[in-house]
């Protein structure tokens, strides 16, 4: 739809690693959802150059609302905030590959496709094309990067001493995935597989809360730092002036459709 839109393919991505927290492109999308946006374009003597940065996003999903608004920081950072302040950041993506599919839910009375017994399905499964790269969806320190039984060639990252996510099935471990090094959110640290007890291409996904299995589609994520007190009005007369050019420009639109 974006494309339709003739959005930028740059734009999009950017568009999706903002709402990256909040949506699971492969799972939470439903007809009818929408989204708008603002975002620069650098030009030059009057010619496009480039494509600058999203200034404020809308998405509309099943009815919820998520409104996201980029606001430059005196530290020097720029982030995209929520309308009460809120980073749009989480300490965790909610999902490691993207735009694949979910083959199999969390569930723990599955029947096991080759055991053939009832056997507990402590994760998700995102079908994927071999090869296809697997990042991490938290900030941590690899605690496991090798084969291990039925989940194959496995790595595991503990975030913190509460939460730790395994990535399983995979072809093979990135360079970067060696025992007790730190990776940062969003970096490959693997490829989809289907090495150990797996009938297809996939990647099993886990996320633990204290040490015990919780379903990575549902579990709610603490967020990032939210906009500094101090710089609080500044970030509430910018959302003021950008929230009334999105609003100003979805009125237009809907009216010229209606013509």
């Known amino acids: 739809d974006g494309l339709k839109a003739k959005i930028p393919d740059s734009v999009i991505m950017d568009m999706a690693y903002i709402y990256g927290w909040d949506i699971d492109f492969t799972y939470d999308l439903r007809p009818g959802d929408s989204f708008s946006l603002i975002y620069e374009e650098i030009l030059l003597d009057g010619e496009k150059i480039k494509d ?16 996201a608004t980029r606001f430059d920081q005196k530290n020097g950072q720029s982030e995209y905030f929520s309308p009460e302040g809120q ?18 839910r969390y569930n723990l009375k599955r029947k096991h496709p080759i055991l053939f017994k009832i056997k507990a399905h402590t994760g998700v499964d995102y079908a994927a094309a071999r090869g296809t790269p697997v990042i991490a969806t938290g900030d941590g320190t ?39 090094k730190r990776v940062k959110q969003g970096q490959v ?33 603490p967020n990032a730092k939210p906009v500094p007190k101090g710089e609080r009005e500044d970030y509430l007369n910018i959302f003021s002036t950008q929230i009334k050019k999105i609003n100003n420009f979805e009125k237009f639109a809907n009216q010229t459709v209606g013509l």
């Open 189 to 221: 640290i693997g490829y989809v597989g289907k090495s150990g007890m797996a009938t297809g291409y996939h990647l099993h996904y886990e996320f633990h809360v204290n040490g015990k299995h919780t379903n990575p589609l549902t579990v709610k994520f």
């Open 142 to 180: 690899i605690i496991y990067s090798s084969f291990k039984g039925g989940y194959g060639n496995l790595v595991e990252i503990k975030h913190s001493e509460d939460y730790t996510t395994r990535y399983a099935h995979l072809q093979n471990f990135h360079k970067r995935s060696t025992l007790g």
């Open 52 to 67: 600058g940065d999203i200034l404020i996003a809308k998405f509309n999903l099943q009815g919820k609302e998520l409104i």
């Open 87 to 104: 980073n749009m950041k989480k300490a965790f993506l909610r999902s490691p590959v993207n735009f694949s599919y979910v083959s199999d």
